[in-house]
C-alpha cells in the first residue's frame, strides 16, 4: 500500500510503500493520532522493516492509497 507525505514548504511529496497487509484503519487512526499534536512524530514502517520519522508540524498531508492498487509501469498501447 502506497503512503503519500505532502511537506510543507516543499514541491516534493514523500513516498512510503507499506506492507499490503497492514490494517488501513489503524494507519488513519495513528495518523490522526499523530498530527493531532503538532510538536509530535508520525513514525512509519516500509516494506523493508525501515522506519521514517515525520515531524507532524512539518506535514500538509497524508495520502493513502488502496491495497489492491497496482502501478502501472511502462507503456500502455
Excluded: H
Excluded at 497492514?22 to 493520532?33: F, G, P, Q, S, Y
Excluded at 525501515?50 to 500502455?76: L, N
Aim: no cysteine.
Amino acid at each position: 500500500m502506497d503512503v503519500r507525505i505532502g511537506v510543507t514548504q516543499s514541491m516534493r511529496e514523500i513516498e512510503l510503500d507499506v506492507a499490503d497487509s497492514t490494517d488501513r484503519e489503524a494507519l488513519k487512526a495513528k495518523v490522526e493520532a499523530a498530527l493531532a499534536n503538532p510538536d509530535g512524530v508520525l513514525w512509519l514502517e516500509d516494506k523493508r522493516g525501515r522506519e521514517v520519522a515525520f515531524a507532524t508540524a512539518k506535514i500538509a498531508y497524508v495520502e493513502i492509497g488502496s491495497p489492491s492498487e497496482r502501478r502501472a509501469v511502462g507503456f500502455t498501447a
